[in-house]
């Protein structure tokens, strides 16, 4: 599942440990806006832009933002449905069974990641791109995915958002 050790530039599906990002919730909505509690987490995430995304261009950041998804334990229910399981850990868009089709699975690596964890597509943070943010990513990635679980990381992204998978089916 990943590529040991990783490279040397920050990929779309690397996994950062121990990064604190902003959480808003308890978000209550008013006539023209909203307000809410703004928290900080710590832990585990994924990096979700686009690879040509995380370079500087002249110095300068290309995008304004950069994605990430927060990695959290498998949930409970889904251990207790083994099936379920079975499909999710393929990592495979399968529209006919899409009970867990915004879940990316995360294996377990020694000394990283300390128990199979989850990206939940759904649930996407977009961070203020700069210089010390790409290089703070970087410094702090621990795991790269290989080519070809990258690549299934990217077909769920494609069904998450709604876009057409571009892909031949079985090619990957």
Known sequence: MY????????CQGDVVTDFAY???????F??????GELRIKTGPLAIVSHDC??????????????????????PRQLLLDKEALERLK???????TPEYINLFFFQACAGILEED????????????????????????RRL????EIQMLFQEKL???????????????
């Open 3 to 10: 590529q040991m050790p990783p490279g040397t530039v920050l």
């Open 22 to 28: 902003p959480v808003l919730s308890n978000v209550q």
């Open 30 to 35: 008013r006539k023209s806006d909203f307000v």
């Open 53 to 74: 995304d995380l370079e500087l261009y002249e110095g300068v950041p290309k995008r304004i933002a950069i994605q990430v998804c927060p990695l959290n334990p498998i």
């Open 90 to 96: 393929s990592n495979r868009v399968a529209p006919d």
């Open 117 to 140: 964890m989850v990206a939940d597509l759904s649930v996407i943070h977009s961070l203020p791109s700069s210089p010390a943010l790409l290089r703070r990513l970087l410094d702090q």
């Open 144 to 147: 790269e995915l290989t080519r």
């Open 158 to 172: 494609m069904y998450q958002y709604g876009r057409e998978r571009t892909r031949e089916e079985g090619k990957v």
